[in-house]
Each structure stands twice: as C-alpha cells, then as structure tokens.
C-alpha cells in the first residue's frame, strides 16, 4: 500500500512543478465557463425552468462539471498505449507493483492535484463573476465528494480499458479520441441527461458514462432529491463492479497478447 | 519548388504509416465523425427546448457549424501542433529538426499532419446543404470563390493562434494545459456572437478571433448583411494574424535553448 500512496506523492510533486500554468488555465477555463453560461442563458431566454433546472442552475451544472472534470480527467488511457508502443510496459511488468492499480494512483495525484490548486480556486474566481447556486447545505458537499470519488473511479477504470486495448490494437489514437468523444457527450459535460429526449436516455441509462459527470452534478445543484440521490450514488457504484471484470479479463489476455515493440 | 515536392514525399511517407494500422484509421475517421456530430446533436437537443437563439433558427446555426467544420478541418489536417511543447521542446526534438535547412515551422507541421482530417470538409459542406435546403438558400456564382477565401482566411486564423501558443514554449518548458482550454474556447465562434456580452464578443473578434472560423464568414452566405463587413475582414483577419504567428515563431526559434533529453 505504502508504495501506491507514495505514488501518488511523487505525481503530485510533478505536477506541482509545473504549476505556474494553471493559474493561465483557471482563467481560460473561466472564459470557458463565461462562454457557455452566455450560451445556456440565450437557451433559456426568458423561460424560467427546462427540465427542472433553472438558468442559475444550468449555469452552475456546467461550471461544477468542468471544475469536478480537472479532478476526474487524466491521460492514463494515452500513457499506457505510449508505454507499450515504447516497450517500456515490458519493464514495468517485472516491477513489484500492479501495473494497472500503479496507473490508477498515478492518475489520482494528477486528480489530487488538480483539484487543489485548479478547480477550488477556479470554483472561487469562477462564482465572483457569475451569478452561480453554491448550496450551503454540508450534506450536499458530502453527497457531491462522495460522487466524484466514484466519477474519477469510473473514469479510470474506463480508461484502463481504452489503455489495454493498445496490446491488441498496437496504434489506438483513434479508440482514446473516440472515447473522450463519448464521454464528453454521454457523461452529461455538456448537457444535462434530462435534455434529451427519453429514447436517448433509455439508452444512457444502460451505459455507465453518466455516472462520471451528470450524476456529480445533478447532485452538487440539488437537481437530484432525497431518493434520487442515494439511486445515483448505488448506481454509480455498481458500475465501479462491473467495471472491474472486463478490465481483468482483458488484461489476462493482455498479458499473453503482449509483443515487445521496442525498448 | 524545393518545400513543394518535401510537401509531397512528407505525404507519401505520412500514407505508409497510417496504411500500416488501417484499423486504427477507421476508427479515427470514425471518431472525427463522431466528434462532429456531437456538437451538431448538442444543436438539435437544445432547439428541442428552444425555438430561437437570440433570433437566429436551428438551421442558420447549423449552417454555421457546417461552415465552421470546413477551415476547422484544414486546420487539423496541417497544424496539429498542440503537442509541441511536448513533443518538440521538452524532448528535445527540436535540435534535429533545427539542423536541417527548411523553415522549422514548416517541418515540424509536415512531421503532424493527419490528412485523414480532411474529411471534415465533405461532412462541413454536407451539412450546410441540408441546412442551407431548409433555409431555402440557393448557390450564387460567386459564392464558391468567395467560400474558398473565406475558408482559407478562417483556416490561417485558427493555425495562427495555435501557433502563436506553440511559440509560447520556447520561452517557457513547462507543460502547458492553456492549449487545450484555448481549443474549448474555440468552440465557441461557432455560435452567433450576439449572444456573448461585449468583453467575450471582443475577445472571439479580436483577441482569439475565432469568430472568424464560423459566425462572420457564415453570415455572408446566410444573407445576414448587418455582419458583411466582418465576413469581408475574414481574410484580412487570417493574413494578419498568420504574419504575426510567424514573426513571434521566429523570434521564438533564436531563444530556443535545448532541452536535451
């Protein structure tokens, strides 16, 4: 264990190496946020609610879902693939650790970090210049926490599979870009699950992506209530199970597939 | 001459590798597609609750992000530098190709181009003739020439500011995640500027000018003639900024100190 959580340290210490550029990026990500609010509110124009949620809290569903984002993004999917197209996964296969579980931590400082220093300052700048809904109810923030531990779970492990996937496909470029497609759609980023229409959704509701943005958020702006939530909660946890086996089953196959491209 | 026939063995060399993996580039074609029809369904989800965006029709804005696609997709195909920094500065890849006598900048685009891009100009062109046939517009002589300036103004102002923050590297070596969120911001010409208030409408006109991607150079073929004089400035905008990415690269390029690796 001591050495997963030490894993962690030294990807947080890397990050905060480079750290001056984030504060660049907390701006843009503002503008970011700024443009998208302007948009939603020529959306509503004047209509006071679209499927439950008011303006305000459109607004602060998009800017609490870039903001859990930096937490629950990383790149592990495209360092894996770059590890095996390099050889050097072959190193990291005789080395004592899990190799998937070491990713994961390695993702997780990355998150720790970002939303230390990216998304808790950027919520603040960000809510100075919009007018957003930051609930003061304690159990929300709670609920919320809970949620995005499952979202960056789920987010991973998603990326583990699109990472494993390079033993089989040696080039998956094209697999990594689809799949930040899918998510960024799907996961409710960029709207809400609720605007679609209900075919749409039925099909969502099979899919785990959801669990990574819309359930987050719906929660932190009390778009979900009392039941909904603990639903949410359970099914986002249930997702982290099942999760888990195509990512061993396909790594046991992996690992017999593997061919060393160079090193 | 000489950059012409590098231009065309680049070509060759770049068609080799990507027929090696042919199922990964289906699936990018794939995934370009996808991507594109995200934003088209984002349009059509949101005028499901909507019937106007501050006076403009699902088709017209459509029509915008059909037109946008266009220089979009030249862009991608020929100045995919965002992982300059990356790639070139913090591994050092840059010395190799500073030894060798063509303009850098034109190497290391060489070296990323991803033609298979190009497809994003039949989807564009594709959708704006649904939506243009919703609107009931029809195609005036001129109006393919005028497309085509307009198209390669809007490319050269999408390339210019990506270069103008690839050239940021050479002075600063850290990785640098302003690049992808300045990519996000670019989304945003593709929607009418009249939405935005006056700072975002002046920043998407003259500081990012991405609103010369899509809304401007859109208007002049949607009839929209309150923005003639921005659709005009299209290729204006795109000479401009182009000149002002090349300078800063050069200077740029003298501070460059290696990395090593």
């Known amino acids: 264990m001591d050495k997963y959580i030490e894993m962690i340290r030294i990807r947080f210490l890397m990050m905060l190496a480079y750290r001056t550029n984030y504060y660049s990026g907390i701006l843009i990500y503002s503008i970011n946020i700024g443009a998208y609010y302007f948009l939603w509110t020529a959306i509503y124009g004047g209509k006071e609610n679209i499927q439950g949620l008011s303006v305000i809290q459109m607004t602060t569903y998009i800017a609490v879902a870039w903001m859990a984002r930096a937490f629950y993004f990383n790149n592990i999917d495209r360092e894996i693939a770059t590890e095996i197209k390099e050889g050097k996964v072959a190193i990291e296969l005789i080395r004592p650790y899990n190799y998937l579980g070491m990713k994961t931590m390695q993702g997780l400082g990355e998150g720790i970090f970002r939303l230390l220093f990216f998304s808790v300052p950027g919520m ?20 919320f926490g809970i949620s995005i531990i499952f979202s960056f779970i789920i987010n991973s492990q998603i990326n583990l599979l699109t990472g494993i996937m390079t033993f089989f496909l040696f080039n998956n470029d094209g697999l990594i870009r689809a799949k930040r497609v899918v998510i960024d759609l799907f996961s409710g980023l960029l709207l809400p699950i609720s605007f679609y229409p209900l075919w749409a ?6 899919l785990p992506f959801q669990a990574i943005s819309y359930i987050p958020s719906m929660i932190f702006t009390e778009g979900f209530q009392g039941k909904e939530i603990i639903e949410a909660l359970i099914y986002q946890f249930v997702w982290v199970l099942i999760l888990i086996l195509p990512i061993q089953i396909l790594w046991l196959f992996a690992k017999k597939q593997l061919i060393i491209q160079g090193g | 001459m000489f950059y012409l026939s590098m231009f065309t063995q680049y070509v060759g060399q770049y068609m080799k590798t990507r027929m090696q993996y042919r199922a990964d580039l289906v699936v990018e074609i794939f995934s370009d597609l996808l991507f594109q029809a995200v934003n088209l369904i984002f349009i059509l989800v949101v005028f499901g609750h909507t019937q106007l965006l501050s006076g403009w029709q699902r088709d017209e804005i459509i029509f915008i992000y059909g037109f946008f696609l266009v ?10 530098i965002w992982d300059f920094n990356d790639r070139y500065i913090v591994k050092g890849e840059m010395d190799r190709i500073l030894t060798r006598p063509i303009h850098s900048l034109f190497q ?12 994003g100009v039949v989807t564009g062109i594709v959708i704006m003739f649904y939506a243009g046939s919703n609107l009931g517009l029809t195609v005036r002589w001129f109006d393919p020439l005028v497309f085509i300036v307009l198209v390669i103004g809007g490319a050269l102002v999408y390339a210019s500011i990506f270069i103008m923050l690839a050239s940021i590297g050479f002075w ?4 640098t995640s302003v690049m992808p969120m300045v990519y996000n911001i ?17 920043l998407l006109t003259w500081i990012l000018p991405f609103a010369f991607v899509g809304v401007y150079p859109a208007s002049f073929f949607l009839g929209r003639t309150e923005w003639y004089i921005y659709a005009l400035l299209t290729p204006v905008m795109g000479a401009l900024f182009f000149t002002l990415a090349i300078i800063l690269w050069n200077i740029g390029v003298t501070k460059y100190r290696g990395a090593g690796n």
């Open chain 1, 124 to 143: 603040v700048i960000v809510s100075f210049i919009f007018p957003l809904n930051y609930t003061s109810n304690l159990l929300t923030w709670v609920l």
């Open chain 2, 71 to 80: 220089p979009y997709a030249l862009f991608s195909a020929f100045f995919n």
């Open chain 1, 201 to 206: 959704q039925n099909i969502m509701n099979v």
């Open chain 2, 172 to 175: 600063s070596d850290a990785r």
């Open chain 2, 186 to 202: 670019g989304n945003y010409g593709r929607y009418p500027v009249d939405i935005y208030n006056k700072a975002i409408r002046f």
């Open chain 2, 108 to 119: 290391v685009i060489l070296e990323r181009i991803e033609l298979e891009s190009l497809f």
